[in-house]
């Protein structure tokens, strides 16, 4: 690649998560959760700089103890990409991957193809670029947990939803269903920006950031990964997580 670009990655990180409080902090084979992803991150060697990102000085020590970056932010943040754009407005890079702290198994496979779009030809109109992939069975699709999105024929995203989508009236028609990953690769400016839109009503009732980008008229660039991950939305999760972590 020429002209590389200075890439950084945010991990924000809350303990008052309202679907699996504390989550964060629970044990992943000896380390914390939140200590896994930030790992994993490091280990891709894909950036210049990752940090973690949080409002909670027990999440704070925990990463430092470990001897990660770390930084404090304000606690009345909405989403995690507000929590970002505090942190970054004084940091010098071109690109800020928003790693989702649930993510321990988050690999340079999946996050390397998310940075190539910036070089693309038509890297120019993105704003930011995120990751999707196939979801198998109807438990899944069902599955509030599990964000889907729909894209164009170019991939760029058309919206994304926790209801099954698309709806399949025609049970003859052969589609794929696809999860969106909680991976984001945003140009510095398009995270600070989208800390100073108002939310929505549709970000507002799905709770789905990336909405907000939507309905401002952003382009979000999809790329299709087939690698199975698991995000830690429950305790049934955390379990399938040890479980995988164990046999790598």
Not at 138 to 154: H, L, R, T
Not at 221 to 235: C, E, F, Q
């Amino acid at each position: 690649m020429s002209n590389p670009l200075k890439i950084i990655a945010m991990i924000p990180a809350r303990y008052a998560a309202s679907r699996f409080p504390g989550k964060m902090m629970k044990d992943l084979a000896g380390k914390p959760v939140i200590v896994r992803t930030y790992e994993s991150t490091v280990a891709t060697g894909l950036f210049d700089e990752v940090y973690v990102v949080t409002d909670s000085t027990v999440i704070y020590d925990a990463v430092l103890a470990e001897g990660g970056k770390v930084m404090m932010s304000r606690e009345d943040h909405e989403c995690g990409s507000d929590r970002i754009a505090e942190a970054v407005a004084k940091i010098d890079c071109d690109i800020v991957v928003n790693v989702q702290g649930d993510e321990p198994f988050t690999s340079k496979e999946d996050l390397a193809p998310v940075l190539n779009v910036f070089y693309a030809d038509d890297a120019a109109q993105i704003d930011l670029a995120s990751v999707m992939t196939p979801l198998y069975t109807d438990e899944e699709i069902q599955n509030p947990n599990n964000v889907k999105v729909i894209v164009d024929a170019m991939d760029y995203a058309l919206y994304f939803s926790r209801s099954p989508l698309p709806y399949v009236r025609d049970a003859d028609v052969t589609l794929t269903v696809y999860k969106h990953k909680g991976i984001y690769a945003f140009r510095k400016q398009a995270v600070i920006d989208f800390s100073n839109l108002a939310m929505r009503s549709l970000e507002a009732a799905e709770k789905i950031e990336c909405i907000r980008f939507l309905e401002y008229g952003k382009k979000i660039k999809m790329v299709r990964s087939h690698n199975v991950a698991i995000g830690i939305d429950t305790p049934e999760d955390l379990d399938k997580a040890r479980t995988l972590f164990l046999n790598k």
